[in-house]
């Protein structure tokens, strides 16, 4: 089971952003998946995440800005992110949970700059 993060980069406040992340190594369409980022010094938080069904949850922080998809045929999920701020600069990680495992993308950095 592999989770491959990709996007991210640098980007002006205001400017927009998009990750994507690629599930392989099983079937992922019935599990929902979501968005994590972790700033320095601070502990990972949940951005968004999203239900087989395509439900979405944002944190309080995102929500209006970020949104968050999912292709289930190619066993993807992507966050578009406009409106950044410089409060949003992270390490941004896809997650998904199987039963009691959890599974991590390694990481794709996120810097807004002022």
């Known amino acids: 089971v592999q989770l491959q993060a990709s996007g991210g980069g640098l980007a002006q406040a205001g400017g927009s952003l998009r990750v994507s992340c690629a599930a392989s190594?099983?079937?992922?369409?019935?599990?929902?998946m979501g968005w994590y980022r972790q700033a320095p010094g601070k502990q990972r938080e949940l951005v968004a995440s999203?239900?087989?069904?395509?439900?979405?949850n944002y944190a309080d922080s995102v929500k209006g800005r970020f949104t968050i998809s999912r292709d289930n045929a190619k066993n993807t999920v992507s966050l578009q992110m406009n409106s950044l701020q410089p409060e949003d600069t992270a390490v941004y990680y896809c997650?998904?949970?199987?039963?009691?495992?959890?599974?991590w993308g390694q990481g794709t950095q996120v810097t807004v700059s002022s």
């Open positions: 997650n998904t949970i199987v039963g009691v495992l959890w599974y």
């Open positions: 999203i239900t087989s069904g395509g439900r979405a």
């Open positions: 190594g099983r079937d992922f369409s019935r599990n929902e």
